[in-house]
Every structure is written in structure tokens, then in C-alpha cells.
């Protein structure tokens, strides 16, 4: 039928081609020799197929445009020249078929296949090798389904729990389509990283592995992850027995009980799973120095210009295998044909990955004072001024013309700019146009080597212990409503790291007023409503120290950050181009004729050049907090395989289970 065929596609759990899936990892016999009986005997076996899983769900550098550096756009932090559908109500669907839904089932069945395989062997002796290897290379895959899951949630909310590989029974694969609350399913996930940690702890691999420290680290982003999105969207759909909670339609989610209790109980036990995971890598973690330095000495060798500033280094350098704060890093390598174009957009506007005015007015200045407060701002009638007395991370990544990009002639580029540019705003080719007029240089490397396109192989750091301090700080706070010693330690040790920056945090907080920061941060808010200077001043350091690091998005949608869209659109802004002497640096016909009009805003408003659906600003629509299920996929699940709404999967909160239609709200 080709409806069970589509059906085991889609959850990717039939053993119909999952053999197929490992074809790559198996090359240490001829492929005609290859059984699960013969495999996975070997020690090198489980590490072949387990290499496979890195690059299949873990983050990496990619372009600013998607990866580790992008995955920040469509925020408020980093916008390109095109808005995202997501922001404009009724534009965004309920899709037919749906890769993303599809793909997190294959990326699970990957590895639950290799449980399956392994699991009975190791058990029984069966496999040779060195047992802390093996151990850990098990750890790997639990770390791996982990992730995966956790991928999952963010996008679903309620989901599926999959521990193995089904039989090709469409009877037990439409029960395997089961959602399990959110809640069950992040429990599911930290159950799998205290697996990976005993399986891990005490063997010493490399950072260019997953090692136990990890586990931990990612248990307390999840753990708070799922604390927080409990706490914050209480009472609605978008948690178990919350009103109009879809799961409650189908008798195996009816008279759901929280383990914890309650709702209060649960959120506090995820609370407090987070801070007692990050306390284990927060306590030992140690953190590069931001010297407050943007290296300019041309001639002097890479090492001695990464030593100016070791902080800046960190994210464009070849090597991050002693860096003490980087628990997990990717390599990359031209010889073997691994690279990316990171170095090559830090040069430029960063693929049209502009950052927003709303990111560069959160920096307070030096001494902790909101802009807003500080009779030291400059302003942001240029880019020098905008920078001038700053928090030393926008001092240090925030471009300006006349600064040297390459100061090591040591190789042949022909994409890079060896001396930044006027931003060009101008153009619209993603390659060089700021869309905002702010750049960043995170990322960049000093040598002239890596300015060709698309051959850059600077080491991409996918995990960095930092987030712990952060992780704990939050958590403690959304659990207590204050502060520890711990915290407070933690929150001076990320302030101190940075060269020149007021480790008085306090003072930063008691100079806040909420009414300017809600004018530009999206993270001023949850559930529509403007929160308290400490929450906020919280989540503002953890907007500044993860700034293009892939958090935004997640952090928005946990903090429950975009309900304040739906009743006031909002309109993202660059740098102040009209009446200010930055003007000067363009025709002044080309930008009345190419950018926002100066009656819009003096500020560029990449969106309203002409007219658009995010013309008059973005919105939102409360459904778009997740992801609609694929109508098709409820379809094969239904008992007549086409009736959606009798299927036992149910619709997200908001979502019409008719293919091709906008969310109810």
C-alpha cells in the first residue's frame, strides 16, 4: 500500500531501508559482507557509525545565512533583506507532506538502529574493543538521540516516544504516532543525557567529541528550556491539561497527571533540575578573556594576533583544542573538503544577516548604564559613536569602516575585505549588501588565506562552557524569584571576563527603565506583558554573550516573547542612515530610490522599502509558537487513512487540520 509506505517514511522507523541509512559508516568490509550480524562487533564500528551523527544533528558553522552563525536571523537580533512569513498572520500554512516533521524521525531511527544493533552485543560480551571506548561511544548515541529529541520539542511541543526501530506493521506504527506531552518528552530527553553522562564519565576524549561535561551542559539547557515554556504559557494549549490542550482530545493523553504533581511542581522540578546540571559545569568553568582589543598591527604572526584578544580568537581560529572554554568544537579542513564561507561574510555584511538596532541600543555601556541613562553615549550618528564607551563585546564585534579585516598576507583570497567598507546597503546581492548597516565580526580570521569563497576551515566552537553561568543564573532566579551567592558569582565572573566592563550588575538593573527597554527587545515581554528589571537584565546579559549563537529563536519562544506582536506590529531598524553624516557616504538618489523613506524612520527599516506584507510592521499569530503537523501524516494515521481530524495524532493549539490554511489565531 502506498500508504504504509509513506507512513514508514514519515516516521522513520521501519526496517525497510534503515540498514540503508548506515551504508556510509560501514566501510571497514566489502558491502556485499555486511549483516547486522558482522557489524558493529568492533569497537571502530560504533565510533564509524557514531561520526556519522555529528554532522546529522549537532550544530555547525555553515553560512551566516543558516548554522551556528544564523540560526539568530528572523528575530529581533539579525534580519535579512526578506521578512519571514512566520511574523505575517495568515501567510504561514498548514503544509500537506512536510520534510522537518519527517526528518527529526529519521534523524531518531538513525539512532535507535544503532541501540538496537549494539545494545544486545554489548550485553553479551560481543563486542571487541576497549570497554571505556565502547562506553563512551554508547554515551555518544544517547547524547545523540538526545539532541535529537530536543530538536524535536522546540519545533512540536508534544511528540512521539521512540526507542527503537518498529516492525513494518502499520497497526504498530500508527500506535507508535502516540504524542506524549511536552513535558514527558523533555523528561525523555534528560533520562537519555544522565544515560550519556554514566556511559561517558571518566574517559578523557578529545574536544572534538562529545564527552560527559556535555551531557550536563545540554541537560541544563533543556531542563531549562522546558521549566521555563511550562511556567510561561501556564494556562494555555501549549501545555498538558492547560484550557483548549489538544492532547486532551485523545484518550491516551485524558486525565493526564503531571509526575511532579501539578503544573507549579513540574515547572520547578525542570527549574531545578537546570540549576543543579549547570552548578556541575559552572562551577569549573573557565572563561577566555575578551581584552576589549580589535586587533589592527599588520605583520605581526596569527598567534601573537590572536593573543590581543583571546576572546575574539575563539570564533576564528584553526585550532580550539586547548581553548579551556570550549567544550565542544567542529573542525573543518580544505584538504578533505569540509569548509564554509564564515570568514568571507565576517568581512562583508555577513550574507545580509544584518544586525537589528534593537540588538546594539540593548549593549549598556561600560560602566553597566543603559544607554538611555548615560550622559557618556555618543549616540548612533555614526558608527565610531555607536561603538565609543561600550560594552566591550559590541565595542569589539561591532564593524566600522577603516578597520583592517586582514592583517596576514599569508595565502591567495579573492572574496575578502581587507579593509572594512562603508556598509553597502545599496546592493542586493546577499554576498555583499548589509541589510542593516550593522555588521559583525565574530568570526573573522586575521590571514589572507581564508578570504576564497567557500574554502574557509576555521574551527567552529558548537558548545561553550559560559552557557552554564548563564543557564544557572536564569534558572535560579525563574525558581526563587532572587539570587544566590552562586549567581551572583557566576554573574560577575561572565562580567569580569569581558576587559573594562563594570562587574556591578546591580547597578545595571537599578538603571533600567523597562518602557525603553520594551521599545526594542523582544525579550522585555512574556505573554504580552512587560517584565521586572532583574528577569530582564537577566535575559539581557544572555542576549549580549550569546549575541549570533543560535539562542535567540529558542529564548524567545520559551520566554514567551512574541505575544506583544500580535496587538503592536513591530518595525525592525539598522543603523541611523537619515540625517546623520552617514548619509554622505551614498548618492543621495540611490538611497531615496533604494531604502526606507526618512518619513518612515530615520533609522534603515529593511522591510519598508516598498511596499510588502511587513510594511507597516510584524505581527503574530499565537499558533506559530510551534509548528503545524503535516496533514498527510494525520491522514495515514486516521482509521480510513484519510479522515485528518479521527486521526490519533492531534493538531497543535490554533492549527486547522485542513491542509493549506492559516492558524485560528
Known amino acids: 500500500m502506498n500508504t504504509k509506505i509513506f507512513l514508514q517514511a514519515a516516521l522513520a522507523v521501519a526496517v525497510a531501508g534503515t540498514f540503508t541509512s548506515c551504508n556510509d559508516y560501514l566501510d571497514k568490509e566489502p558491502l556485499s559482507q555486511i549483516t547486522p550480524e558482522n557489524y558493529f562487533t568492533k569497537e571502530s564500528h560504533l565510533e564509524s557509525y557514531a561520526n556519522g551523527r555529528y554532522t546529522q544533528i549537532l550544530p555547525s558553522s555553515g553560512n551566516w545565512s543558516y548554522g551556528t552563525y544564523g540560526d539568530d536571523i528572523d528575530t529581533d537580533n539579525m534580519v535579512s ?148 515554556w511550562l511556567k510561561n504559557f501556564a494556562g494555555t494549549p501549549f501545555v498538558p491539561n492547560g484550557e483548549g490542550w489538544p492532547g486532551a482530545t485523545k484518550e491516551y493523553n485524558s486525565g493526564y497527571q503531571y509526575p511532579a504533581g501539578s503544573l507549579e511542581n513540574e515547572y520547578k522540578w525542570f527549574l531545578q533540575q537546570a540549576i543543579d546540571a549547570a552548578d556541575q559545569i559552572a562551577s569549573k568553568a573557565q572563561l577566555v578573556q575578551n581584552t576589549g582589543v580589535v586587533p589592527q598591527t599588520e605583520g605581526s604572526t596569527i598567534a601573537a594576533l590572536e593573543a590581543e584578544n583571546p576572546w575574539l580568537a575563539m570564533f576564528g581560529t584553526l585550532d580550539l583544542s586547548g581553548n579551556p572554554e570550549v567544550m565542544l568544537w567542529r573542525q573543518y579542513s580544505r584538504g578533505l573538503g569540509v569548509t564554509h564561507n564564515i570568514v568571507v561574510y565576517a568581512q562583508k555584511g ?133 539570587l544566590d551567592a552562586k549567581a551572583n558569582d557566576y554573574w560577575t565572573k561572565i562580567r569580569a571576563r569581558h576587559t573594562g566592563m563594570s562587574t556591578d550588575f546591580m547597578h545595571t ?30 535575559r539581557r546579559e544572555r542576549r549580549c554573550e550569546l549575541i549570533a549563537e543560535s539562542f535567540r529563536w529558542m529564548d524567545l519562544k520559551r520566554w514567551r516573547s512574541f505575544d506583544q506582536l500580535i496587538s503592536n506590529r513591530y518595525h525592525i531598524e539598522g543603523f541611523h542612515i537619515w540625517n546623520s553624516p552617514m548619509t554622505d557616504w551614498y548618492d543621495l538618489k540611490d538611497l531615496q530610490a533604494t531604502i526606507s523613506s526618512p518619513e518612515r524612520s530615520e533609522y534603515l527599516r529593511p522591510f519598508e522599502a516598498k511596499m510588502n506584507d511587513a510594511f507597516n510592521g510584524l505581527s503574530w499569530s499565537m499558533a506559530h509558537y510551534l509548528r503545524p503537523i503535516p496533514i498527510y501524516q494525520m491522514m495515514l494515521t486516521a482509521p480510513d487513512y484519510t479522515t485528518a481530524s479521527q486521526s490519533i495524532i492531534y493538531q497543535n493549539p490554533y492549527w486547522p487540520v485542513e491542509p493549506n490554511m492559516p492558524a485560528d489565531r
Request: aromatic fraction near 12%.
Open 350 to 482: 555577513n550574507h545580509a544577516c544584518g544586525t537589528t538596532r534593537g540588538l546594539v541600543d540593548c549593549f549598556t555601556m561600560a560602566d553597566g548604564t543603559p544607554i538611555y541613562a548615560s550622559s557618556d553615549y555618543k549616540g548612533d550618528l555614526t558608527l565610531s559613536d555607536v561603538r565609543q564607551g561600550r560594552d566591550p563585546r559590541l565595542f569589539v564585534l561591532l564593524k566600522e569602516p577603516g578597520q583592517k579585516n586582514i592583517l596576514v598576507d599569508d595565502g591567495v583570497g579573492t572574496h575578502g575585505v581587507a579593509v572594512e567598507e562603508t556598509p553597502k546597503i545599496l546592493e542586493s546581492n546577499v554576498e555583499n549588501v548589509y541589510s542593516t548597516g550593522y555588521a559583525l565580526r565574530k568570526g573573522n580570521y586575521y590571514g589572507s588565506s581564508m578570504a576564497g569563497n567557500g574554502d574557509n576551515y576555521t574551527a567552529c566552537p558548537v558548545f561553550r562552557s559560559v552557557e552554564a553561568l548563564l543557564n544557572y543564573i536564569e534558572a535560579y532566579y525563574e525558581l526563587n524569584g532572587t
Open 509 to 538: 538593573v537599578n538603571a533600567t527603565d523597562m518602557t525603553q527597554e520594551a521599545k526594542g527587545d523582544w525579550g522585555a515581554y512574556t505573554a504580552g506583558q512587560v517584565i521586572d528589571p532583574m528577569r530582564y537584565n537577566i
Open 81 to 228: 533583506l526578506n521578512y519571514n512569513d512566520i511574523y505575517i498572520p495568515g501567510k504561514w500554512l498548514t503544509p500537506m507532506n512536510d520534510d522537518t516533521y519527517r526528518d527529526h524521525f529519521r534523524r531518531i531511527n538513525d539512532v535507535n538502529y544503532f541501540f538496537d544493533m549494539v545494545m544486545p552485543k554489548y550485553e553479551a560480551k560481543q563486542i571487541e574493543g576497549n570497554e571505556n571506548n565502547i562506553r563512551h561511544y554508547i554515551g555518544e548515541m544517547y547524547f545523540m538521540r538526545a539532541y535529537a529529541y530536543f530538536r524535536a520539542l522546540q519545533d512540536y511541543g508534544d511528540f512521539p516516544i521512540i526507542k527503537s526501530c518498529l516492525s513494518d506493521n502499520m497497526e504498530q506504527l500508527t500506535e507508535a504516532s502516540r504524542r506524549y506531552p511536552c513535558n514527558e518528552v523533555a523528561r525523555f530527553i534528560l533520562s537519555d543525557l544522565d544515560n550519556a553522562y554514566e556511559y561517558m564519565k571518566g574517559v578523557n576524549m578529545a574536544t572534538t567529541r562529545v564527552n560527559a561535561d556535555l551531557a550536563l551542559l545540554i541537560k541544563s539547557r533543556v531542563a531549562l528550556y522546558e521549566g521555563t
